[in-house]
């Protein structure tokens, strides 16, 4: 949590100072900026934060696509058209629930992912891990 703190302060300070100094102290921040950046162990972060989020990604369709069989299914089933369109709202309620915990589960784990990945970055630009 420190490491992110850290790194608004320091771009806000970065920002306020680009801004006083003019334009070529601003080119100055931003060249050191592109050199943390494009530092190794930073774009190793950020390539795993890429390839995690792709994989939370790839569940949503898959939950989506259990969904809309089972809504399928419900509707589909013998009994009163009455009954086929309550079984088919029942599964689609249960259905979009599934839905938006599996869209919760990939946000937090992706935003957990970044997080890790910032603090690595922050402990590895000062020397750690």
Same mark, same amino acid.
Request: no cysteine; hydrophobic share 40%.
């Given at each position: 949590?420190?490491?992110?703190?850290?790194?608004?302060?320091?771009?806000?300070?970065? &920002?306020?100072?680009? +801004?006083?100094?003019?334009?070529?102290? &601003?080119?100055?921040? !931003?060249?050191?900026?592109?050199?943390?950046? $494009?530092? #190794?162990?930073?774009?190793?972060?950020?390539?795993?934060? !890429?390839?995690? *989020? /792709?994989?939370?990604?790839?569940?949503?369709?898959? +939950?989506?696509?259990?969904?809309?069989?089972?809504? +399928?299914?419900?509707?589909? *089933? /013998?009994?009163?058209?009455?009954?086929?369109?309550?079984?088919?709202? /029942?599964?689609? #309620?249960?259905?979009?629930?599934?839905? #938006?915990?599996?869209?919760?589960?990939?946000? /937090? *784990?992706?935003?957990?992912?970044?997080?890790?990945?910032?603090?690595?970055?922050? #402990? $590895?630009?000062?020397?750690?891990?």
């Amino acid at each position: 949590m420190k490491g992110k703190a850290g790194l608004v302060v320091g771009l806000a300070i970065g &920002y306020v100072l680009g +801004t006083r100094a003019g334009r070529e102290r &601003y080119e100055q921040i !931003k060249g050191q900026w592109l050199k943390v950046w $494009n530092a #190794e162990p930073v774009q190793t972060q950020v390539d795993k934060v !890429k390839d995690f *989020a /792709k994989s939370q990604a790839m569940a949503l369709p898959s +939950t989506l696509w259990e969904s809309a069989v089972k809504v +399928t299914q419900a509707a589909g *089933a /013998k009994g009163t058209p009455g009954q086929k369109l309550d079984a088919a709202l /029942k599964v689609g #309620e249960d259905s979009a629930d599934d839905v #938006e915990k599996a869209a919760q589960t990939s946000a /937090k *784990a992706v935003k957990d992912a970044v997080d890790d990945a910032i603090d690595d970055a922050s #402990e $590895n630009g000062r020397g750690g891990a």
